[in-house]
């Protein structure tokens, strides 16, 4: 049972890794992310509060939030089916 945890454990922790370092390759100094599982939405935010004035739908069910030229979020759609 301890052996099944600590594998489990580490796989979750090598997945925060992978996800920290494609994070740190991004321009955004810090990013806010929400998963709302019902709607299978994934909000990322790049600015707190992200106040954005336009919204521009992506290609794949993504919607590009922007305020004037900066980026301040990206909403993606049926998040769970997505794959890198």
């Given at each position: 049972m301890e052996a099944s945890i600590a594998k489990e454990a580490n796989?979750?922790?090598?997945?925060?890794?992978?996800v920290a370092s494609d994070i740190l390759r991004m321009s955004a100094r810090q990013v806010?992310?929400?998963?709302?599982?019902?709607a299978d939405v994934l909000?990322?935010?790049?600015?707190?509060?992200?106040?954005?004035?336009?919204?521009?739908e992506l290609d794949d069910d993504m919607l590009l939030?922007?305020?004037?030229?900066?980026?301040?979020?990206?909403?993606?759609?049926?998040?769970?089916i997505r794959t890198k």
């Amino acid at each position: 049972m301890e052996a099944s945890i600590a594998k489990e454990a580490n796989n979750f922790i090598g997945q925060c890794v992978n996800v920290a370092s494609d994070i740190l390759r991004m321009s955004a100094r810090q990013v806010w992310i929400d998963y709302d599982k019902e709607a299978d939405v994934l909000y990322m935010s790049f600015r707190k509060p992200q106040r954005a004035s336009e919204t521009v739908e992506l290609d794949d069910d993504m919607l590009l939030r922007k305020d004037g030229e900066k980026i301040v979020g990206l909403t993606i759609l049926n998040a769970s089916i997505r794959t890198k």
